[in-house]
């Protein structure tokens, strides 16, 4: 099966770092239902050195981390995957971001060397009162990636499932979640499959 690296900012110094925890613990739990092998990065080896050279041996890279235009972020502010870091192992692997902001430029910098599956988000990420719901929603297209479907049914499951949530949560969570979902980027090969991944 795949090999998916799972990466987190889970400073306790860190806004929002149970949420980012939580994500990476749903992804691990993924893998396992999904039989999936799996390696967990987190703080303090959540850096550039531990992410983008090993990503030769995964298919999938997933953080939940900071992010802004230009990247994703550790507890340092230090660079973890940007446009400013050496980005060629990610060609032909998958990069599942669960990130403020980082699909507007890194997107377009890991689709031009050969990414073929990049999920993000193009504006702040929100997280209302109801985090599990915020959860779900941002995991599903993994979720859907890895046991099996192309990308175009793990997209429009997301959708669905942001949809799903929306009619069932207070009016600022739905607010929130909505604002979510008209920024999710969800790019690549409509038909490709996590088999297709190198």
């Given amino acids: 099966m795949a090999k998916i690296l799972i ?16 994500c ?22 959540l850096t550039e050195s531990n ?11 997933f953080i939940a981390a900071h992010g802004d235009a230009d990247g ?17 192992n990610f060609a032909q692997k998958g990069f599942y971001a669960i990130s403020c902001s980082c699909a507007q430029n ?16 193009n504006d702040s990420f929100f997280v209302g009162d109801n985090e599990d719901a915020f959860l ?22 997301m959708l669905d499932k942001y949809d799903e949530m929306i009619d069932t949560l207070p009016f600022k969570d739905r607010l929130l979640l909505l604002h979510n979902k008209e920024r ?11 088999k297709d991944l190198l």
């Avoid at 979720?143 to 793990?154: D, E, I, S």
């Fill in 72 to 88: 994703v972020y550790n507890e340092k502010d230090e660079d973890v995957v940007s446009t400013r870091t050496t980005n060629y």
């Fill in 106 to 121: 890194l997107c377009p910098e890991l689709m031009r060397i050969g990414a073929v599956i990049f999920v993000g988000y």
């Fill in 7 to 22: 990466a987190s900012n889970n400073d306790p110094g860190t806004a929002l770092h149970n949420f980012m925890q939580s």
């Fill in 136 to 157: 779900e929603c941002a995991i599903e297209g993994l979720k859907q990636l890895l046991n099996g479907q192309p990308k175009n049914v793990a997209h429009k499951a």
């Fill in 51 to 61: 992410i983008i050279p090993s990503m030769g041996d995964y298919k999938i890279c």
């Fill in 24 to 45: 990476a613990d749903e992804a691990r739990q993924i893998c396992a239902d999904t039989n999936h092998d799996y390696t967990s990065i987190h703080v303090p080896r």
């Fill in 184 to 194: 999710l980027v969800f790019t690549g090969d409509g038909n490709i499959t996590i």
